[in-house]
């Protein structure tokens, strides 16, 4: 294996790609993470324009109801989407505008690292555990899961595990624990004093299930360094 290709088995263009960029702009996202956030913004400035009722009929038919998948009847067609569309609605603006950072911190060095479809496959499969882990431990809640938390904490995940692969110190190493342990922290907390956004209660366990289905994924979707000719 040549040094000058390759270090710690991955592509050291890769690596190089997954760091800021010196002189670049402040806002220098990748373009499927610039689609990801447009896309989530265009879908909230829709709802914004529409009238009260037709936004709760939205929210009930694309929010994850879980009751839905569970009492037994048959699920409407549109609720079959929720377990995908729920990712892209959110309770409101503020909600709205701490997932877009979140996201874009999170899943920036992602997509340098991996690659736009394997992010994502990323995002998408961590907010479908997400919402998994949520439907197994409140089967019967009638209330609409909203919002990208659940795919973002997945993203999350997969920016630990690249810390993780890039540092090789037992400081560094150390580092990802402690930022582990803080998050799944803070995660608690909010479930445990019931603290949410936009006065809507936070999904705390879908929050855990993307985050190891983030860190689950790393070894999977993580690009192989091609044979040298």
């Known amino acids: 294996m040549n040094e000058s290709h390759y270090r710690g088995g991955w592509p050291r263009d890769r690596r190089r790609a997954t760091l800021p960029h010196a002189g670049g702009p402040m806002l220098n996202l ?6 990801l956030i447009g896309i989530n913004l265009a879908v909230h400035f829709v709802r914004f324009l529409l009238p009260g009722h037709a936004d ?3 929210l009930i038919n694309l929010g994850f109801i879980p009751a839905l998948f569970s009492y037994g009847g048959p699920v409407p067609l549109l609720a079959l989407l929720s377990p995908l569309t729920y990712m892209f609605l959110h309770g409101g603006m503020a909600h709205l505008l701490i997932n877009m950072a979140t996201l ?3 899943g920036t060095p992602v997509e340098r690292a991996f690659g736009g479809w394997r992010t994502v496959v990323y995002y998408v499969v961590s907010g479908l ?3 998994l882990i949520h439907f197994l431990v409140y089967p019967t809640s009638q209330y609409p899961l909203v919002g ?6 997945g993203l999350f995940g997969g920016t630990l595990m690249l810390m993780r692969h890039y540092n090789r110190r037992a400081s560094d190493r150390r580092t990802n624990a402690a930022l582990i342990a803080v998050w799944v922290g803070i995660t608690l907390m909010l479930a445990f004093f019931d603290i949410g956004i936009d006065g809507e209660s936070v999904a705390w366990l ?3 299930g993307g985050f190891a289905a983030g860190i ?3 070894p999977i979707l993580r690009p192989r360094p091609r044979p040298e000719a």
Do not use: E, K, M, Q
């Open 56 to 58: 709760d009929t939205v």
């Open 104 to 106: 874009a911190a999170f």
């Open 206 to 208: 879908a929050h855990l």
């Open 216 to 218: 689950a994924l790393f």
């Open 129 to 131: 555990i997400a919402a």
């Open 148 to 153: 990208a938390s659940g795919a973002i904490s």
């Open 30 to 35: 990748p373009p499927v993470l610039t689609w």
